[in-house]
């Protein structure tokens, strides 16, 4: 055997047993594409809960309503004017439409009936698919109308005192993947610590397993806040992204994140032994709750199949109170909720690596 072929053997057992090396080859891209196929791959059509206040009763506000209803991707319910805007508030549904009274008269006059289309801006589904939708159905609706060049139009009204971009609705959800991403890898010092006997060693000194632990937490913390105080400068200075919210509350929720990750990741360190072991573990943990959270696209455009999945990942409820706190959006759900759902991770987490965790 010559020195290249015993040379080529040599790399591809060395590779063979880089576990880290092999996950990111070939697992990686497969998950990559399996949670896209997933979100936007299948052939199952997203649904929007869109609420119908209509204040025409003639044939030709009843034949729009009809139609209205009628269209495929929409799940249209009658409200009350206040509501309906309750309900859209609440998050309930993902729109509200008002037919106005008196079509027949406004285009009778030759004037253009507004119908108001209600949203919220901070869930960028609407932007993206109800808004064109709508339009497309006005439009549709003047081609049928033949003694008027424009018999309807659609007037686009924010249910939110500030108009949100969807850099407002994205900043909250990197900095919620920020924290995760911290918490998740900062177990991988302690692994190596145990992998190399550091805290077998600091096992016979004066200091106790609560004082390591806590040195790593505060650690840990801190790096966090600085990163969190770095990208929220940026976000306020360079994108003008608006923090309408309360600062305590915010820094509470960051805090309450880091340490859920944190507990999450010595749950990882739990069960593995070594850091090559570790970091393939918590890379699969972590890339699906990026994709399944809302971190990058809506809760809402995501297929109905996946919604158990998004409401079991923590990262969806830190993404959402970072939301309302920081921009005041739309809940998925309330803020108590959120901060309950993670305290509950938390505690979880907590018990099984007291339980689990070995420091040799």
């Known amino acids: 055997m010559t020195a290249f072929n015993k040379l080529l053997i040599a790399n591809f057992k060395m590779f063979l047993r880089d576990r880290t090396a092999l996950f990111f080859t070939f697992a990686f891209p497969l998950i990559f594409i399996a949670l896209f196929g997933m979100v936007f791959g299948g052939n199952n059509s997203v649904n929007y809960k869109v609420g119908l206040v209509q204040e025409d009763t ?21 409200y009350a004017f206040d509501a309906s805007l309750d309900a859209l508030k609440k998050g309930d549904i993902s729109a509200v439409v008002v037919i106005p009274a008196g079509i027949d008269a406004t285009i009778g006059s030759g004037n253009a009936a507004d119908i108001t289309l209600f949203h919220d801006p901070s869930q960028t589904a609407t932007a993206q698919v109800i808004l064109p939708v709508m339009q497309q159905f006005v439009d549709q609706f003047n081609r049928q109308i033949t003694q008027a ?99 305590v509350l915010l820094l509470g929720l960051i805090i309450l994140g ?41 809760v809402d455009i995501m297929p109905a199949f996946i919604r158990p999945v998004v409401t079991a990942l923590p990262l969806t409820y830190l993404g959402d109170g970072l939301r309302q706190v920081m921009v005041k959006s739309t809940p998925l759900y309330p803020l108590g ?5 993670m305290a509950g991770w938390l505690a979880v987490c907590m018990l099984v690596t007291v339980k689990l965790f070995k420091w040799e």
Do not use: C
């Not at 909720?337 to 759902?341: G, P, Q, S």
């Open 337 to 341: 909720i959120d901060i309950l759902v």
């Open 149 to 247: 060049p424009v018999a309807v139009t659609l007037a686009e009204k924010s249910i939110l005192s500030t108009n949100l971009r969807f850099i407002d609705f994205f900043v909250p959800g990197i900095l919620g993947m920020s924290i995760m991403q911290s918490g998740l890898f900062g177990v991988l010092p302690l692994i190596e610590w145990r992998e190399k006997k550091v805290l077998k060693r600091l096992g016979v000194t004066p200091l106790s397993r609560s004082t390591v632990v806590t040195s790593q937490l505060v650690f840990r913390l801190g790096i966090v806040v600085l990163q969190s105080a770095v990208i929220l400068v940026v976000a306020k200075f360079a994108y003008h992204v608006p923090i309408l919210g309360n600062w």
């Open 58 to 78: 003639s044939v030709t506000g009843q034949h729009m309503a009809d139609a209205l209803k009628q269209i495929p991707i929409f799940t249209v319910s009658e």
């Open 258 to 298: 880091t340490l859920l990750f944190v507990a999450l990741g010595y749950v990882v360190g739990a069960r593995v032994k070594t850091v090559e072991g570790a970091n393939p573990i918590v890379q699969l943990i972590s890339f699906p709750m990026m994709f399944l959270s809302g971190v990058f696209w809506p």
